[in-house]
């Protein structure tokens, strides 16, 4: 017969939580499962329960509960052993005493419960605590008392609701058979988890959660699935395995590993349940709240546009933060409904647009327009000779911007459009904001850098800057190529021109040495608004072959297709960027992989493989003259050779880095089998995903930030220093493309190393309709907040939902609070 689930008193120990300073705190438990209606029970008597406090406390003393509703596991007394082993071994601060029992009663003993820092549950499963029992237990906690759950203990108390919260989540059945598998450990902070491998390979046995809990619990440590075979009603690629939680006035963490004898003689494992046991005890702090959904809000902080004017915003192509606080972000150009799109080459407004630039200041939560640059770029949508994606395109301020109000512009002057050849002219400019006024003196413009477009063809045309802590000025430029007439797949049809002059072959761009576009760029802007070249980047301009002229200088990284977005962490000085692929929805045994996103943490200038490899280096096959339709061979990546008749660069080009993250409709990290000559199969039904956190469809990635926490930063609504160090990516699209923060391993990052962990943002950054539906920029804030750019709806046009957002934290510190450490025990 089940048990119905337990009733909660809260009068036994109100008193008690206010002379502890407590605070009650209000959750949503998971579900129990299926259970009976639920009928009283008595309630025990009221009573005071003194947990040890500091600093007058005794010795700390940890409680190991072992009784089982049926036999008792043979890992109990492995795990007896191994838990006195650690409080009385490793370092000074795992020190505590050990009793063990499997006598239920101890949790109506006030006197004796009130001894203890921390409870371990190294339960077999089943119900073994009465109504009374449990409500003693629930007192402990509400008291400010520890709890470790190991393995099984998920399977105690099936019937109780508080129980489940307590644990966090229940199993979908009996775990696997023991197998050795892959735990990534993405917090590298808590004292459970900063000294375990990033990649921890072991042997258990796997649970899997009849309910995800991520978000409702702070996870930190997951399995990877694709590292053995999980038993039925596996939970996919976000597989919690060890979490926490402050819960009901105490802390709570549960770690599903510990399934075997062997399992407590491991020293990283040992040294997981030390830092667990460091937390539980009060021994040492740690933050369990920071990946919990609900300790983060996103406000739209913009309002609506007046009817016809976009005094909020314009249709969002960028943002940056400055050091006070204030958000300058960029409209690329198209307009509202209101206004015409003019598409006739003879009509001189032909693409004509206003770029526009905004500034939201947090104190006042005020926007100003701060100006327009009239450019090329609003030609709205329709077929790749139509739309354009050209207009203002990128923005970042000067190291000095609370100095000198400088902030640069990358854009393209309908000005400078030539309606003849169909040629543009793309620079990156120099302006003034008079900091007083957040108006931009567009008279004050210092043409730093320029060179040809052709706007005849859509599209690509990229536009993010960043700087790194040497003060050089990264621009991201798009491959100015057309994305058809090579079938999605690799864009080097070198037929299609306008005058002469070609629209898809990316070769002669994205993969030219002597050629600014389908790059990123490197120059160190001057006072005086020209640059000069910082040493090391990709070409010196003395190539010994081929003849000299064939390079420029200013190119960092080449062979990138569209790279929108680009970040610079300035404490490690990696570049960080994504961009677009092509269109090609599935593989092709003939002409090479389907479309990738991509994402790269780049180390060193190089070349990263459009159009002729992507990926981890997975090629295409080359096409030329007389006959683009025909395969030619497979292009080599680590010694490709550019023999387009339109390239006027170096034919033997750098060899090809691979990628860090890359995804497709069949999912992220596609890999396949390859033959002797390295080339993949290009089988559908041959792949293997590498990151099946990822998955494609429409597909435009959208790179973030990597967060950097500042401990002497006092705002509230700083995100917390969990994040330290990880990367953030997104998609455009909030469907299944990417929302995640990544880590990388240091040995292998930038040198093709995928990453060790990721998990999802999108509880935090939030999509769907009333939501952050189309990400289009995100950076974090001086304050440690993130601001978030939401493109609208549609395309090349200003939107009502295009808006600025504000996503903010508000867990609260680290807990214990420093006042509730306990005193370590004496040696």
């Not at 996103?298 to 192509?317: F, S």
């Not at 990358?410 to 904001?433: G, K, W």
């Not at 576009?517 to 990709?538: Q, S, V, W």
């Not at 991509?598 to 280096?617: D, Q, R």
Request: hydrophobic residues 30%.
């Amino acid at each position: 017969m089940q048990r119905a689930p337990h009733h909660r008193s809260r009068s036994r120990s109100s008193g008690l939580a206010a002379a502890l300073g407590v605070g009650a705190l209000t959750v949503s438990l998971l579900g129990g499962g299926d259970v009976a209606a639920a009928r009283p029970y008595p309630e025990p008597p009221s009573t005071t329960l003194s947990l040890p406090s500091p600093p007058g406390g005794q010795n700390v003393r940890v409680l190991v509960f072992h009784a089982s509703a049926t036999d008792e596991s043979p890992t109990v007394n492995a795990g007896i052993a191994a838990i006195e082993t650690i409080g009385q071994t490793g370092p000074a601060a795992g020190r505590f005493k050990t009793e063990a029992t499997d006598d239920a009663s101890v949790f109506t003993n006030a006197t004796k419960l009130g001894r203890y820092n921390a409870i371990v549950f190294l339960t077999g499963g089943g119900d073994v605590l009465d109504p009374e029992q449990e409500a003693g237990l629930e007192t402990y906690l509400e008291a400010g008392g520890g709890f470790l759950g190991v393995h099984d203990a998920a399977r105690t108390e099936p019937y109780s609701d508080w129980f489940t919260g307590l644990i966090g989540a229940r199993p979908a059945g009996a775990p696997s058979t023991v197998q050795r598998a892959v735990v990534e450990v993405g917090d590298r902070q808590h004292p459970a988890t900063k000294s375990l491998p990033l990649q921890w390979k072991r042997p258990d046995k796997w649970f899997n959660w009849a309910a995800n809990p991520s978000g409702s619990v702070h996870t930190v440590a997951r399995v990877k699935e694709n590292s053995y075979k999980p038993a039925a009603g596996a939970n996919g690629w976000d597989h919690p395995v060890s979490w926490c939680r402050d819960y009901d006035g105490g802390r709570s963490f549960y770690t599903g590993m510990g399934g075997t004898v062997d399992n407590f003689a491991e020293t990283d494992f040992r040294d997981h349940l030390r830092g667990a046991l460091a937390w539980t005890t009060r021994l040492s702090r740690a933050d369990c709240k920071a990946t919990i959904n609900a300790n983060y809000t996103a406000e739209r902080v913009t309002q609506p546009n007046q009817p016809g004017h976009n005094d909020q915003i314009g249709e969002p192509h960028g943002l940056v933060t400055a050091p006070d606080g204030r958000v300058l972000y960029i409209g690329r150009g198209g307009a509202d409904s209101s206004r015409p799109v003019v598409t006739d080459w003879n009509n001189p407004d032909i693409g004509k647009g206003q770029g526009e630039i905004h500034v939201y200041d947090p104190k006042t939560k005020k926007v100003t327009l701060a100006g327009a640059l009239t450019i090329f770029g609003n030609k709205g949508g329709g077929d790749e000779l139509i739309k354009v994606e050209e207009g203002l395109l990128g923005i970042e301020l000067d190291p000095g911007f609370m100095t000198n109000g400088w902030v640069y512009l990358h854009y393209t002057p309908h000005s400078r459009i030539n309606r003849d050849t169909h040629m543009a002219e793309r620079r990156v400019s120099r302006f003034t904001l008079d900091l007083a006024t957040d108006k931009l003196d567009l008279a004050s413009e210092k043409v730093l850098l320029k060179w040809p477009v052709q706007i005849h063809s859509c599209c690509h045309a990229g536009g993010g800057m960043a700087w790194d802590s040497k003060q050089n000025l990264y621009i991201a430029t798009g491959d100015n190529n057309s994305s058809g007439f090579s079938g999605g797949y690799s864009g080097n049809n070198p037929e299609p021109n306008f005058k002469g002059l070609s629209f898809a072959d990316a070769r002669r761009t994205a993969g030219n040495t002597n050629n600014l576009n389908g790059k990123i760029l490197r120059i160190h802007p001057e006072d005086d608004g020209t640059y000069t070249l910082p040493a090391g980047n990709l070409f010196t301009g003395t190539e010994p072959d081929e003849g000299g002229g064939k390079t420029r200088g200013e190119i960092y990284v080449m062979g990138v297709r569209n790279p929108a977005r680009i970040f610079i962490d300035k404490s490690t000085d990696i570049l960080y960027a994504g961009w677009v692929g092509p269109d090609a929805g599935a593989p092709s045994t003939t002409w090479g992989p389907a479309k990738y996103d991509t994402f790269a943490a780049i180390t060193k200038p190089g070349n990263h493989g459009w159009p002729y490899c992507m990926g981890n280096k997975q090629p295409y096959r080359d096409r030329n003259l007389p006959d683009p339709s025909k395969p030619l061979g497979w292009y080599n990546c680590d010694a490709p050779k550019n023999e387009s008749p339109n390239n006027d660069g170096l034919v033997n080009l750098p060899p090809i880095t691979s990628n860090t993250i890359w995804y497709s409709p069949q999912g992220g990290g596609v890999d396949y089998p390859r033959d002797a000559n390295g080339v993949p199969s290009y089988k559908a039904e041959e792949q293997k995903l590498l990151m099946p956190w990822l998955k494609g469809g429409g597909q435009a990635t959208m790179n973030g930030p990597v967060y950097r926490y500042d401990a002497a930063n006092t705002s509230a609504e700083k995100w917390p220093s969990y994040w330290d160090g990880k990367w953030f990516v997104g998609d455009f699209y909030d469907g299944d493309q990417p929302r995640h923060a990544v880590l990388t391993d240091p040995k292998t990052v930038g040198k093709g190393g995928i990453p060790v962990h990721a998990e999802s943002l999108k509880k935090i950054i939030p999509g769907g309709t009333a939501g952050i539906r189309n990400l289009m920029d995100w950076k974090f804030a001086p304050d440690g907040s993130l601001y978030v750019l939401d493109y609208g709806r549609g395309f090349f046009t200003s939107d009502p939902k295009s808006a600025l957002w504000h996503v903010t934290y508000k867990g609260g510190e680290a807990t214990p609070s420093a006042d509730k450490l306990a005193r370590k025990a004496a040696r």
